[in-house]
């Protein structure tokens, strides 16, 4: 009843915003939170990168089983051992009809190397491109590196003629706040044309019929709508004013599927979520406090005083998987002896706060967002209540992604939730690299709190050069273990992945959760 009664407004407000489109082509999709911004070098966000991704091409993409394929790259060669040369495709113009060359590659390439970058850590180990003729170009390397087809999939290739024309040359930051007409505006060579943005309200695209590749989709039109409400996006869904919503919660998946009418797909993640920590002298909620946190007693404490069987069984209503590490299997570099979680053992964590020297507990922030990850705000208000039952008095604020990922990035938290996802055919390296490697020269984008071990930075520094297979994967699961035997992080599970949608709405589901649009149908 509750639902139905707020189904007149919803209906209004939708076909206000997003005014229907004639044709089975448009596809209205929504999710619990909006993208950050349409620059793609801004952020690092994986949600914001994936519907970017319908606008914008890379030198290499990933197929329908996830593996590197060419796309504004025809082939690559290592012509050096710190040296890749790309031959790029012919023919490939932009939105507004410039042609792509290698000079939108080198620009691009500098655009993200720009230390004011938020991406830069994603090609931490390029030097630079240079271009050799209009369709050659080559990636200098700091020295032999294996992944880099992995990085460049992630990679968006801008055009340097219209980032001249709109000031747009140097990179946005949703860190600092900083903002350009690309933060706005986009002008790639993908599948779909960016109509318009408006933050949290509606993001348009339209077919690029001058796309360079054969659609395998029939759409005309996406219309994506951010709805942070669950009841609010179900009863979108139920009522017609959407045809999809990814992701689905969890607890509507079984009426969902009952519905006339409608289906729901399941499949694993790879997306591993987990608490990073505050690793300065002090409390950032409390300044002048010394922080309790850099005691590894404390740390592991607090892992120990963690109930993952309540939040596998009660917050992700049994479809998740507690986890012991931040590599999902079959990942490079997951190892089956580190994924065993500690027990949940609280009068364990509360000998061990004693022995540490607070037998009466402390305080501490925890921030987390509440429309990014499944059930992230139910996680966090469960922890912050086991937290207590050990004496640890935890100051909880939740809020949109919008402001909470900044937040991150500057490092004004004490314990913060965050996720990361691997894709099968990429590489543990992604998160050693970003997680737990200091932050320094290119590494260690996304510890943002003051977390460095000069064993692990050894060990990236290898893995990232070291050819032999085997030699390379034994570097990162070391790295892994002494991450984990100092309690670098606080893992908490694997998450399920479930959309709903139409029965008329054909889109294959991925491990990584991106929703590519590229391969929809609608019936």
């Not at 002896?337 to 027990?343: N, Q, Y």
């Amino acid at each position: 009843m509750k639902l139905n009664r707020h189904l007149p407004v919803l209906a209004v407000a939708l076909t206000a915003l997003l005014p229907a489109v004639a044709g089975a082509q448009t596809l209205r999709w929504s999710s619990q939170g909006d993208i950050a911004t349409m620059d793609p070098y801004a952020h690092t966000e994986s949600f914001t990168s994936n519907v970017q991704h319908h606008v914008y091409d890379p030198l290499v993409r990933r197929n329908r089983e996830l593996k590197i394929e060419p796309a504004l790259a025809t082939s690559w060669s290592i012509v050096a051992p710190d040296r890749w040369r790309f031959v790029l495709r012919r023919g490939v113009v932009f939105h507004d009809g410039s042609p792509f060359s290698a000079d939108d590659v080198v620009a691009s390439v500098e655009r993200l190397l720009d230390p004011t970058a938020r991406a830069r850590g994603n090609l931490a180990n390029v030097v630079k491109a240079e271009k050799v003729d209009d369709f050659t170009v080559d990636f200098v390397l700091k020295g032999p590196y294996p992944l880099l087809l992995n990085d460049l999939s992630g990679i968006f290739i801008m055009s340097k003629r219209w980032m001249e024309a709109n000031n747009a040359l140097k990179p946005g930051n949703i860190t600092t706040g900083t903002t350009t007409y690309a933060s706005t505006n986009a002008n790639g060579t993908g599948p779909f044309k960016l109509e318009s943005y408006r933050p949290d309200q509606a993001t348009i695209m339209t077919a690029n019929d001058k796309w360079w590749d054969k659609p395998e989709h029939n759409l005309t039109r996406i219309e994506f709508r951010p709805i942070k409400s669950d009841a609010t996006r179900v009863a979108a869904l139920l009522s017609g004013e959407i045809d999809m919503m990814a992701p689905a919660p969890l607890q509507d998946l079984a009426r969902i599927s009952a519905a006339p009418g409608f289906k729901v797909i399941e499949e694993p993640s790879l997306r591993l979520i987990f608490l990073g920590l505050n690793f300065r002298p002090e409390l950032q909620g409390q300044p002048g406090v010394p922080n309790p946190l850099l005691k590894q007693p404390v740390r592991q404490a607090l892992w120990h005083a963690i109930d993952l069987d309540t939040l596998h069984r009660r917050v992700m209503r049994g479809k998740s998987r507690s986890v012991a590490t931040i590599v999902a299997p079959p990942v490079p570099g997951y190892s089956a002896e580190l994924d065993k979680p500690v027990g949940f053992e609280p009068d364990k964590a509360k000998k061990m706060l004693a022995d540490a020297g607070y037998p009466n507990g402390f305080k501490v922030k925890l921030d987390c967002s509440n429309d990014r990850y499944i059930n992230d705000e139910q996680t966090c208000v469960a922890v912050a209540a086991m937290w207590t039952r050990i004496g640890v008095q935890v100051d909880l604020k939740t809020e949109s992604r919008a402001t909470y990922f900044p937040k991150v990035d500057r490092g004004e938290t004490d314990i913060y939730m965050l996720g990361w996802a691997t894709l099968p055919p990429m590489d543990g390296f992604s998160a050693l690299s970003a997680l737990i490697t200091t932050r320094k020269d290119g590494f260690g984008g996304n510890n943002p709190n003051g977390y460095s071990n000069p064993a692990i930075d050894e060990l990236t520094r290898k893995a990232a050069v070291e050819l032999d297979e085997p030699k390379r994967l034994a570097q990162m699961v070391e790295a892994f273990k002494i991450a984990r035997n100092d309690v670098a992080f606080l893992p908490l599970h694997q998450q399920p992945v479930a959309w709903a949608m139409k029965n008329a709405v054909d889109v294959p589901q991925f491990a990584d959760e991106y929703v590519r649009l590229w391969f929809a149908r609608m019936k």
